[in-house]
């Protein structure tokens, strides 16, 4: 009985979990219509954003037990740092070895559409093992409402700090690899920043900010949907 239980808690967390960030997936493959990815390779790369987010838990928590800083209440600015840029870090080489190094990334929208594929794939997995952890103690209600909650916060954070390198990778297409480079620094660091400031507000919070903090990421993910625009018309170019 304890084993048909647990079985369907994970079925439950994956569904959960995993539904809003099909449709969120599903409003960025739009952006890209009219030239759209092979969707076995935007599954690949999901797929490899979902064990991105396995390896980001497993080595976050190593580097802080190894540094021996505290996880605990008063989680400190720098624990924050450490978690957000291991975890971008992450994203970015399982994005690499997946999609961005391959033949099919042949177009400099492709950069973002990948970085995105596997930030929703670390969101899915990310959520995942959240609401598993939660719903033992929760009723199905409120793992609904905690579902969208993360999809809001946490899913959409991880778009708009991934979307930042997928930009600046954009943005360096066919150039030389001492752009490549500035370029993916420069995305990193962008990233990196808005993960940790994101986390240390919303952590730190006692209740007047969070508003202003959302409002903050959405205004990111507007910026970038511009900035998505304007990419899109690069491949005119390239195409020529």
Not at 169 to 192: D, E, R, V, W
Not at 213 to 230: A, D, P, S
């Amino acid at each position: 009985m304890d084993f048909i239980l647990v079985c369907m808690d994970i079925l439950l967390s994956f569904f959960l979990g995993v539904l809003p960030i099909i449709i969120w997936l599903s409003f960025w493959l739009k952006e890209d219509a009219k030239n759209p990815e092979p969707k076995r390779f935007i599954f690949l790369t999901f797929l490899a954003g979902m064990f991105s987010a396995l390896t980001a838990q497993v080595f976050g928590k190593e580097i802080l037990e190894y540094t021996n800083i505290s996880i605990n209440a008063d989680i400190s600015l720098l624990a924050i740092g450490i978690l957000a840029t291991s975890e971008e870090v992450i994203k970015y080489i399982f994005a690499y070895f997946s999609a961005l190094s391959r033949s099919f990334n042949d177009e400099p929208v492709d950069a973002i559409i990948y970085m995105i594929t596997v930030a929703l794939g670390f969101s899915a997995m990310e959520n995942t093992m959240y609401l598993f952890d939660i719903l033992d103690s929760k009723t199905l209600f409120e793992g609904i409402i905690i579902s969208n909650m993360r999809f809001i916060g946490a899913t959409v954070l991880h778009t708009a700090s991934s979307a930042m390198i997928g930009i600046t990778l954009a943005f360096a297409y066919q150039k030389t690899k001492i752009i490549k480079m500035f370029c993916l620094i420069l995305g990193l660091i962008l990233a990196i920043a808005l993960h940790t400031s994101f986390n240390f507000l919303i952590i730190n919070d006692s209740g007047g900010n969070i508003f202003k903090v959302f409002l903050f990421i959405w205004l990111i993910i507007m910026l970038i949907l511009l900035f998505f625009e304007k990419i899109k018309s690069f491949r005119l170019s390239v195409n020529k």
